[in-house]
């Protein structure tokens, strides 16, 4: 989980420069256009790699094979099972406050930065830099390592409560300086780096291996909930209400998760506890270690 965050915080990283520099490049007079096609080639290769070089991890034994898959992308009874299990529910539910909030502060973030301390667009490129560097080297460096050693509810508690942290450090810094608002982006990034691997393996040591496909899936689906009602609400608070009125709102949803992830327990059963190699990344269900 954490090695997947890492390549993620690599793409936060080179994914804005590379935006940046091919909307130097027009199109009919028209500039953006090349980095929406470039993005749009990208996600078909991506496609085409999942489609023919990502085989099955789950073992054919593990596999039910009286239950088909169905290819259909809404599946609400899979959702309702896998909420039918009261520490998974838990667990989705305070990864769905998370995202809100960190979707949030993405639609908000350059114009808070501008607004507040007059910082341009490199200026604001740097930053998201900043923060994509921090994510990478939580979670390709310190996850790789506690992976396993520390109960990943503990590891939830201490990446949730650094966001909730980072949240009310949003809401000061304009009044304490630019020194506060790296502070505040380091810490969000580092808390964030620790929570998402760390809800991803709780969740699927929850459930048994032949169900950890569907009730990871399930996650995704409020985590995209998220990321859609996420970026509308901080835009409306940003307008209505003044440039900290978003953060705020992040911090309360922050804290919410914070209160659920107090309950959480690691499972007593349910799925087998993620194998790692000799590096100490963690292993798909039937890859062999090293």
């Known amino acids: ?89 838990r667990t989705i539910t305070l990864n769905l406050g998370l995202v809100l909030a960190f979707s949030s502060l993405e639609q908000v973030y350059a114009f808070y930065a501008s607004d507040r301390f007059a910082l341009d667009q490199a200026d604001v490129g740097y930053l998201f830099v900043f923060m994509g560097l921090t994510a990478a080297v939580i979670q390709g460096g310190l996850m790789r390592r506690v992976s396993g050693k520390i109960p990943e509810p503990v590891l939830i508690r201490w990446g949730v409560a650094l966001q909730v942290l980072a949240y009310i450090g949003f809401v000061i810094a304009p009044t304490l300086g630019l020194a506060w608002l790296y502070l505040s982006s380091a810490l969000l990034a580092t808390g964030n780096g620790i929570s998402q691997p760390s809800i991803s393996a709780q969740i699927s040591r929850a459930v048994p291996a032949s169900e950890q496909g569907t009730t990871l899936s399930s996650n995704q689906s409020f985590s995209s909930l998220g990321r859609t009602l996420g ?22 949803l922050a804290v919410g998760s914070l209160t659920l992830a107090t309950g959480l327990r690691r499972p007593a059963h349910g799925g087998a506890p993620a194998r790692q190699d000799e590096s100490g990344v963690a292993l798909l269900p039937g890859e062999p270690g090293l």
């Open 231 to 252: 970026p509308a609400g901080g835009g409306l608070l940003y307008q209505g209400y003044g440039s900290v009125a978003p953060f705020v709102a992040c911090a309360a």
């Open 1 to 89: 989980m954490g090695m997947i965050g890492m390549a993620f915080g690599i793409g936060f990283i080179l994914g804005p420069g590379l935006g940046g520099v091919l909307s130097g490049f027009e199109i009919n007079g028209r500039s953006g256009a090349v980095a929406c096609f470039v993005a749009a080639g990208l996600s078909v290769v991506n496609l085409v790699w999942v489609w023919f070089g990502v085989p099955e991890s789950l073992p054919a034994e593990k596999r039910k094979a009286s239950t088909p898959r169905p290819l259909r992308p809404l599946d609400l009874g899979a959702i309702r099972e896998s909420l039918a299990r009261p520490s998974v529910a």
